[in-house]
């Protein structure tokens, strides 16, 4: 069997992948990535936050993703019933954020950041897996196999699993924890957005409550197309049945705020279901590698957090081997696990907080007031590691505080 030699094996060529990889690339060590499919392939996960853009600039990906022509995302509306709450990135509290992001189908995005991670000089092995992995302190020796059968070994410093939901090291070396939250659902599609609305709605991402736990989310695209999905509890899914099709046509046409806009819509593809994706793992790092994205743990897709988290953790986890295999000292777990848990953390208060209706109750009041409003803007731009922040440093304890405030005040208690 062939042996090659690399500083860092990254597995996975989604975006923590590519954002890692570069990254190493950059800090002058060699990287290799294995990844099980054959690109163009489709993943869920199509609205960016602002902070995610701060790792594409850093990783030198951004102008590639610029030349894409994606549409541009510059906040995000909610929608529940009659009322409203429009989120501008413009508004942030924190300072020197980025004010604005995409809205992007992954396969092309994911595509062409692999391109251009590949055209720095990063070898990227399509449609290869991971057969076995052996640590043998921070080295490691593992075994891939292509879809030929073919199998070689890679020889790395240092393993950066970027295979989201696949896995891989969770999997092997029984890393896997249960999430705290319920396993909810999705049934979504990308349709053909024939009745877009001419004005700047038209083309902005809308979060529809419509109800508590059940929500619904429209991200149009720059091709023409919007991908529309719907989230919720098993309760609510179990009122249709018949095909997918079937029973997204009958979801649409039950939403008031998007049945008449997507009502007999061409289907780019048939609905799809993916449910119980919420997942954590009992430690983020080892001895010689580091779990990133999706790959580690995955809260909830409702603040489109996803994919900045995968940039995140990939482009610290790819410093910090960088650092270790050039002889520093680095403290994983002060680093990267604490690093990444801060961000996590923060975003699981406003998850909680969505899906028992606290944070509903603060997005839709007409009293929160601008100050209060930037600063949660922030939040959902992604900048969850700004401590100055007090909806971050704080965020358990403020979002059910001012919950409560705006209920006494709108008399409900
Ligand atoms: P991925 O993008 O999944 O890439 C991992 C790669 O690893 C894949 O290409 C896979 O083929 C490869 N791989 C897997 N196994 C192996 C193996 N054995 N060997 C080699 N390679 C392997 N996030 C957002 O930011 N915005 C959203 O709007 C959003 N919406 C979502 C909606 C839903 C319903 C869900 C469930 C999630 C959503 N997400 C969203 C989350 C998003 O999908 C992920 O967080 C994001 O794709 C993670 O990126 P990644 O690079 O970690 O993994």
């Not at 997942?279 to 580690?296: C, E, M, P, R, W």
Request: proline letters at 4%; hydrophobic letters at 40%.
């Amino acid at each position: 069997m062939q042996t090659e030699k690399t500083d860092v094996l990254v597995i996975g060529a989604g975006p923590s992948g590519t954002v890692a990889a570069s990254l190493v690339k950059k800090n002058g060590l060699n990287a290799v990535i294995v990844e099980k499919q054959k690109f163009p392939r489709f993943v869920i996960g199509e609205s960016l936050l602002p902070r995610c853009m701060v790792h594409l600039e850093d990783a030198g990906l951004l102008d590639v993703v610029k030349a894409q022509g994606f549409q541009e995302k510059f906040g995000a509306k909610f929608l529940k019933g009659d009322k409203m709450c429009d989120f501008n990135f413009q508004e942030q509290f924190t300072s020197e954020a980025w004010k604005w992001t995409w809205q992007v189908p992954r396969a092309q995005f994911d595509k062409a950041l692999a391109d251009e991670t590949e055209r720095k000089g990063v070898s990227v092995y399509y449609e290869t897996g991971v057969v076995d992995v052996q640590m043998n302190g921070t080295d490691s020796l593992t075994t891939v196999e292509d879809i030929n059968g073919n199998k070689r070994r890679i020889e790395a410093k240092f393993i950066i699993d970027s295979s989201g939901y696949g896995r891989v090291l969770p999997n092997l070396f029984d890393l896997n924890k249960p999430s705290n939250f319920p396993a909810r659902k999705t049934l979504f599609a990308h349709v053909k957005d024939v009745k877009r609305p001419d004005n700047i709605d038209g083309n902005r991402i809308t979060i529809v409550a419509h109800h508590t736990d059940v929500w619904i989310w429209v991200i149009p695209f720059s091709n023409g197309t919007t991908s529309l999905g719907f989230v919720g509890n098993n309760w609510f899914f179990e009122k249709f049945s018949g095909s997918p099709e079937k029973q997204f046509r009958e979801m649409v046409e039950e939403v008031p705020h998007i049945n008449e806009r997507f009502r007999d819509v061409e289907l780019v593809f048939e609905p799809r279901t993916i449910e119980g994706w919420s997942i954590s793992v009992k430690q983020f790092h080892g001895d010689g590698y580091a779990l990133t994205g999706n790959s580690s743990e995955f809260l909830d897709p409702v603040f489109s957090s996803g994919v900045t988290f995968a940039t995140e953790s990939g482009a610290v986890a790819a410093k910090l081997a960088c650092r270790q295999i050039k002889g520093e000292k680095v403290d994983w777990e002060k680093e990267f696990a604490q690093h990444m848990k801060q961000g996590v953390d923060t975003f699981r208060s406003y998850v909680t907080g969505w899906y028992d209706g606290t944070l509903q109750d603060i997005f839709f009041s007409p009293k929160v007031d601008l100050n209060i409003k930037g600063q949660i803007c922030s939040v959902l731009a992604g900048y969850v590691w700004d401590l100055n922040n007090p909806f971050v440093k704080k965020h358990s304890r403020v979002i059910g505080n001012l919950a409560h405030l705006v209920k006494l005040e709108a008399g409900a208690l």
